[in-house]
């Protein structure tokens, strides 16, 4: 059975820092990772989506890479902001797991002023 | 396009009463899904949808029914409603092909916050 990790589980950081969220997963047998965007009460927001034969994806200042046969996947945020502020959620498509999506519980992030 | 709809946003409900939760996508997309998400859970999925006329079980589909009988809208049944479906879902959707090597984004609603008292 798939599992997704995501490290850490909260994190804080001044404005203006670089920073790097963490996902890993157990079976590499997968189609794609996807990072989503949750704001507090609000839906998933796509920001990123990997494919398996892909090693990394970039949209301004995010950029996703994957590592599939050690089962990692790393989201980095260049020159952080506060408005970047919410929780990032990893999952991956599985070989085996048919249609289904398998989630990370997320990294609440907050950048401060 | 409005993308995914989901009414209602919020909804309180007694134990054993039922209600359905709607979901809408104008983007033509084959696949739809719900999930539930949970703190310490993550999410997960309950129904899936490849296209109209189809329906298959996810990870926690017990106490939901589903049905698809238009490529927009796939409404998400609750029969009788236990303090355990206390939850936030949600309605996703993409394209899909017969051979899911080729995957596409997902694309989720914004979320009915649910309450069972």
């Known amino acids: 059975k798939q599992e997704v990790t995501q490290i850490p589980a909260a994190l804080s950081v001044p404005e203006g820092e670089n920073l790097v969220l963490n996902c890993s997963f157990t079976?590499?047998?997968?189609?794609?990772l996807q990072w989503f965007r949750q704001d507090p009460g609000k839906g998933l927001t796509s920001l990123l989506l990997i494919q398996s034969s892909q090693r990394e994806q970039t949209s301004g200042r995010l950029n996703a890479s994957l590592d599939k046969s050690s089962g990692r996947s790393t989201l980095y945020i260049a020159a952080s902001q506060p408005g970047d502020s919410a929780t990032y959620l990893c999952a991956v498509k599985g070989v085996t797991s048919g249609s289904r999506l398998t989630f990370g519980e997320g990294t609440q992030l907050t950048v401060n002023p | 396009n409005a993308g995914v709809t989901q009414t209602p946003k919020f909804q309180v409900l007694k134990t054993g009463q039922s209600m359905t939760l709607q979901c809408a996508q104008d983007m033509n997309h084959e696949y739809m899904s719900w999930y539930r998400q949970d703190p310490g859970m993550g999410l997960r999925l309950i129904h899936y949808?490849?296209?109209?006329?189809?329906?298959d079980q996810g990870e926690v589909p017990n106490g939901y029914n589903v049905s698809r009988s238009t490529t927009e809208d796939f409404p998400l049944r609750l029969l009788s409603a236990a303090p355990s479906q206390t939850s936030v879902y949600f309605c996703?959707?993409?394209?899909?092909?017969?051979?899911?090597?080729?995957?596409?984004?997902?694309?989720f609603g914004p979320g009915t916050r649910l309450t069972v008292t």
């Open positions: 079976d590499s047998a997968i189609y794609n």
């Open positions: 996703a959707s993409s394209y899909s092909t017969p051979s899911l090597a080729d995957t596409y984004e997902q694309y």
């Open positions: 949808s490849v296209g109209a006329g189809i329906t």
